[in-house]
Nanobody, 130 residues
Framework: QVQLVESGGGLVQAGGSLRLSCAASTRTLSTYAVTWFRQAPGKEREIVAAISAGGSGTFYTTSVKGRFTISRNNANNTVYLQMNSLKPEDTANYYC???????????????????????WGRGTQVTVSS
């Protein structure tokens, strides 16, 4: 089973940047799409971004489009989430998941089932101060 560990979170001022990493324990991550989620206290989980297994397809939720960039390096089993122009409303725990489905459109992004997620990490906290 793929074990995932997120890192790169922290406290940043509004307008700042962070780069999150999702590191996998095995090379099998390259066979899965990867989805970044976030969840703030008292709020539902939401998809932030997704990337296809090969890396050619990417998807972003509307609120982060133009500010966040998802990428992957299958040679080192890592997926990245570059976050620029951060806003206080981006504050949340961010976690990545190895996903059986590449969520490349609104329909698949809205239909996440736990059984589609092969594994996920514990997350990394991102806090954006105003």
């Amino acid at each position: 089973q793929v074990q995932l560990v997120e890192s790169g979170g922290g406290l940043v001022q509004a307008g700042g940047s962070l780069r999150l990493s999702c590191a996998a324990s095995t090379r099998t991550l390259s066979t899965y799409a990867v989805t970044w989620f976030r969840q703030a206290p008292g709020k539902e989980r939401e998809i932030v971004a997704a990337i296809s297994a090969g890396g050619s397809g990417t998807f972003y939720t509307t609120s982060v489009k133009g500010r966040f960039t998802i990428s992957r390096n299958n040679a080192n089993n890592t997926v990245y989430l570059q976050m620029n122009s951060l806003k206080p409303e981006d504050t949340a725990n961010y976690y990545c998941a190895a996903d059986l489905i590449y969520r490349g459109n609104l329909a698949t992004a809205a239909a996440v089932r736990t059984r589609d997620l092969v594994s996920w990490g514990r997350g990394t906290q991102v806090t954006v101060s105003s």
